[in-house]
């Protein structure tokens, strides 16, 4: 399985974040896997955004989850990320990752995202 984030690398503030990442090698919807957002900040630690589950249900880290969408095309084996009224402390690298509860057994490359004008 193999996982490949892309979207734009400079937001500017206040504007919406949106990242897409398209899964090949498997389905997102094989039964009981969940497909996450991680970020991490220059300096900082790894960071869980939120996830979408194999049937359709969305988790979200409490402290995002009101500026943070996440939701799927499985027609084309996506899901994306919309963190909204981003600042310049969302700058990251965003990682998509996939797996079974408890692990994250895929992960896609990272991608930077700069909160910028």
């Known amino acids: 399985v193999q996982l490949q984030e892309s979207g734009p690398g400079l937001v500017k503030p206040s504007q919406v974040l949106s990242l897409t990442c398209t899964v090949s090698?498997?389905?997102?919807?094989?039964?009981?896997?969940?497909w996450s957002w991680i970020r991490q900040p220059p300096g900082k630690g790894l960071e869980w955004m939120g996830a979408?589950?194999?049937?359709?249900?969305?988790y979200y880290s409490p402290s995002l989850k009101s500026r943070t969408s996440i939701s799927r095309d499985t027609s084309k084996n996506q899901f994306t990320l919309q963190l909204s009224s981003v600042t310049p402390e969302d700058t990251a690298v965003y990682y998509c990752?996939?797996?079974?509860?408890?692990?994250?057994?895929?992960w896609g490359k990272g991608t930077l995202v700069t909160v910028s004008s």
């Open positions: 090698g498997g389905s997102i919807r094989t039964n009981y896997y969940y």
């Open positions: 979408i589950a194999y049937s359709g249900s969305t």
């Open positions: 990752a996939g797996g079974l509860p408890g692990g994250m057994d895929y």
